[in-house]
């Protein structure tokens, strides 16, 4: 079975700096989806940012961008020029590819806060 | 608008009263699903439906039943809630067997307290 961790229960960043959220997660599948999703709190699930597995280029979406190391089974999100709005849970998730699986595993969420 | 619709949004019952909260989606998804979510525990698959008439166990099913009668709705029922099912849970939906285009569209979450 895959699992995701996130070693960082919370995080805070200054508001306009860069902050680093951290995930690993444990497969023995060759292809599959990895997301971040973002949980304001509203409570809505809104994804954030998106990988897939067989394309080595790192996916980048405005401010927000992953570090995917597959070897290393890493997956990080990198968010830059931080703001308040950007105060939120986080969550990694990851999808297997084949087989019609459309079940998310997630991880255990990385709070964040953000100073101004 | 592509949405998934829950409700309730907040529900306070008391043990043993049968509950049902409703999900609905108006995109023609195949695939639908109920997760729970807890401190410190993410985001748990409760049951999942492949279509109409198909469902089948996620990782946390006790205690929950689910029915896909309608290709739209996919109803999450505890018959006899118990006090270690206060949670938030959320409808997902997504299209099946579409690889890259199955992207995961959520409810807004239902707040449960069994007392």
């Known amino acids: 079975a895959q699992t995701v961790t996130q070693s960082q229960p919370e995080m805070s960043v200054q508001e306009a700096e860069t902050v680093t959220l951290s995930c690993t997660y444990d497969t023995s599948e060759s292809d599959y989806y990895l997301f971040w999703y973002k949980q304001p709190p509203s409570r809505q699930m809104i994804l954030v940012i998106r990988?897939?597995?067989?394309?080595?280029q790192n996916a980048t979406e405005n401010r927000f961008s992953v570090n995917f190391q597959k070897a290393a089974k890493s997956f990080s999100l990198k968010i830059s020029d931080s703001q308040l709005g950007d105060a939120a849970m986080y969550f990694c998730?990851?999808?297997?590819?084949?087989?019609?699986?459309?079940?998310?595993?997630f991880g255990k969420g990385t709070k964040l806060t953000v100073n101004p | 608008e592509a949405q998934v619709t829950q409700n309730p949004r907040y529900l306070i019952t008391v043990t043993g009263k049968k509950l049902t909260v409703t999900c609905s989606q108006n995109m023609n998804h195949e695939y639908m699903s109920w997760y729970r979510q807890d401190p410190g525990l993410g985001l748990r698959q409760i049951y999942y439906?492949?279509?109409?008439?198909?469902?089948d166990k996620g990782d946390v099913p006790e205690g929950y039943k689910v029915s896909r009668k309608e290709k739209r709705n996919f109803p999450l029922i505890l018959e006899s809630p118990s006090p270690n099912q206060t949670s938030l849970y959320f409808c997902?939906?997504?299209?099946?067997?579409?690889?890259?285009?199955?992207?995961?569209?959520f409810g807004q979450g239902t707040r449960l307290t069994v007392v």
């Open positions: 997902a939906s997504s299209l099946a067997y579409r690889g890259w285009q199955d992207e995961a569209f």
């Open positions: 439906s492949m279509n109409v008439e198909v469902t």
């Open positions: 998730a990851y999808r297997s590819a084949g087989g019609g699986s459309e079940k998310l595993v």
């Open positions: 990988q897939e597995a067989y394309k080595q």
